[in-house]
């Protein structure tokens, strides 16, 4: 049987506001040590970026830069402005994930942040023999209060706007997909609860919890150490290295 988390509080107002420390974590992230310094070097394997809610790639550039640098081949989702969770955006996104594989010949690693997270997760579902692994940052996998308010009110006009014209939503499965997961989460996150981010223990899935906001997960230096040390892990090895 899955295991179905308890009730889970959502963030508050004061959760919310200590948003604001996300600038001071990007300053801390671009203006502190080399970026590489200490981490693992990549193999050249296809890696493909997945934004969150409201953004497009772009928001992903300062990891984009930094595993490139690593050495991975580095994609951007190609979408767009993420604008909510639909059944067309994925079907494209699978066509780019058999793309990716195919013209690397390597099986591609996904890492999505916060809602960028979900179509990591499901992608992986679609296709596991496409993926290598999947990392998710501040990613909702559990439905109940998971938000501020203010942050899921977003959520539905946009979503109530697209069902507007036509658009399916994807449906998300709240069990792990079954391809290596690591799904990090942010201890002070405002925008969504760290608890409602964690994955189900499985066998496959690590779960990680690092200080700092939600805002500010992609600027994150304990989170890119984790990200960087799961890509260049074996993916025939379990996320705790058993």
């Not at 609860?193 to 200080?211: F, S, T």
Request: aromatic share 2%.
């Amino acid at each position: 049987m899955p295991h179905r988390p308890g009730p889970i509080a959502a963030p508050g107002l004061i959760d919310l506001l200590g948003e604001l420390r996300a600038p001071l974590e990007a300053a801390a992230f671009l203006l502190g040590p080399d970026l590489t310094r200490g981490l693992p070097r990549g193999d050249g394997h296809p890696v493909l970026l997945l934004p969150p809610f409201g953004l497009d790639g772009r928001a992903m550039l300062p990891l984009a830069r930094v595993l490139d640098r690593l050495g991975y081949a580095v994609h951007d989702w190609g979408e767009g402005r993420c604008l909510g969770l639909r059944q067309r955006t994925a079907k494209r996104l699978l066509e780019r994930l058999a793309d990716l594989e195919r013209r690397h010949g390597r099986t591609v690693s996904l890492v999505g942040w916060s809602a960028g997270g979900l179509y990591a997760r499901e992608l992986a579902r679609a296709r596991p023999e496409l993926v290598r692994c999947a990392i998710t940052l501040g990613t909702p996998v559990h439905a109940q209060a998971t938000g501020h308010a203010w942050v899921d009110l977003a959520r539905a006009t946009a979503d109530a706007l697209l069902a507007a014209r036509g658009e399916a939503p994807l449906v998300v499965h709240p069990e792990p997909p079954p391809v290596p997961l690591t799904a990090i989460q942010a201890r002070g996150d405002g925008v969504v609860a760290a608890a409602a981010a964690r994955e189900c223990e499985r066998a496959n899935v690590e779960n990680v919890i690092v200080d700092g906001t939600h805002l500010g997960l992609l600027l994150n230096r304990a989170a890119l150490g984790v990200i960087a040390g799961r890509l260049a892990s074996d993916p025939g090895r379990r996320p705790d290295g058993a």
